[in-house]
């Protein structure tokens, strides 16, 4: 079936004008009558600047921050889908001791908010799980070569150990949501598939990793772009632990600066321009995948 052409109406044109007239208003009264002077000439110099010395164009703050979100939300997620694969799974699990187990994590952390629960994590994992590894020292004898590869997957060396722990803190927050993003995936594969399967002398890992699996993982997808989005979203509260994202490095230009406005409409059209990107991205596999299903 051919997809629907999309028309044009009346209705479509009224709340165009209705939007666009709202955007003028408040434009209009952040010119007129907020009393501000605006400055947008600034704004192209928080993201790159001329290092004095090598004469080279280097980033700065916004520049640095934006990757530093980047790299936070990559990480993150990929560490997130990992612990939220693991626990999924378990929730679903045959043993009572993975379920009980795997449930009193997704509970915990859904029940507390999330800037409680970063501060709680984050002064235990940066203060207990960190010295444990021995991070500090394997940067100190680390080869030059070592801390470039670093530095490009994670940013400056010396702030590697704050990143890690902040990456893990939301790593585990976001895990607990895409935990239960992938129960209900399993969940809603027919029963009569993972039957039939062990009828044909399948074990329990045949049937979850051959049978299960690959249709749950259909209908994860919408809801797992959805998370994403919404962990670049969360990182912004990383900045509240000296983790120098985009939120971070926005609220220092912003008091250094004064420009308050300017600063912080930027960062959120970056925010904006990232995560509506990715949503056309996911749409955009969403509609791969519908495509494959029906050939």
């Not at 994590?105 to 590894?133: A, D, K």
């Not at 509240?240 to 930027?266: D, K, N, Y």
Request: proline share 4%.
């Amino acid at each position: 079936m051919p997809p629907q052409k999309l028309r044009f109406g009346w209705l479509d044109g009224l709340i165009l004008a209705v939007g666009l007239g709202l955007v003028g208003y408040v434009f209009y009264r952040a010119q007129f009558h907020f009393h501000y002077n605006w400055n947008w000439q600034l704004i192209p110099g928080y993201f790159v600047r001329q290092d004095a010395e090598s004469g080279k164009w280097i980033l700065n703050l916004l520049g640095q921050g934006f990757l530093a979100t980047v790299r936070l939300a990559l990480w993150s997620g990929l560490l997130a889908a990992l612990i939220g694969g693991v626990v999924g799974v378990c929730r679903v699990a045959r043993s009572l001791f993975l379920r009980l187990i795997s449930r009193a994590y997704v509970e915990l952390i859904r029940n507390i908010p999330p800037l409680v629960f970063i501060f709680i994590f984050y002064f235990f994992i940066s203060g207990q799980i960190m010295p444990l590894l021995n991070v500090e020292d394997r940067i100190a004898a680390a080869s030059p070569e070592t801390l470039r590869v670093l530095a490009w997957l994670f940013g400056p060396p010396e702030l590697l150990l704050n990143f890690l722990s902040g990456l893990i803190c939301l790593a585990m927050f976001e895990g607990a949501y895409i935990a239960e993003i992938v129960r209900a995936g399993i969940e809603a594969v027919p029963k009569g598939q993972s039957e039939a399967a062990r009828a044909l002398g399948m074990h329990s890992g045949q049937v979850l990793s051959e049978i299960v699996l690959p249709q749950a993982v259909e209908k994860m997808i919408p809801p797992l772009a959805g998370q994403f989005i919404s962990l670049i979203k969360d990182s912004s509260l990383i900045s509240l632990i000296s983790i120098q994202e985009l939120t971070f490095t926005g609220t220092e230009l912003a008091v250094s600066s004064g420009r308050v406005f300017e600063v912080w409409l930027t960062v959120a059209m970056l925010y904006f321009l990232l995560c509506f990107g990715l949503a056309r991205l996911f749409r955009g596999v969403e509609r791969r995948l519908s495509q494959h299903r029906q050939h």
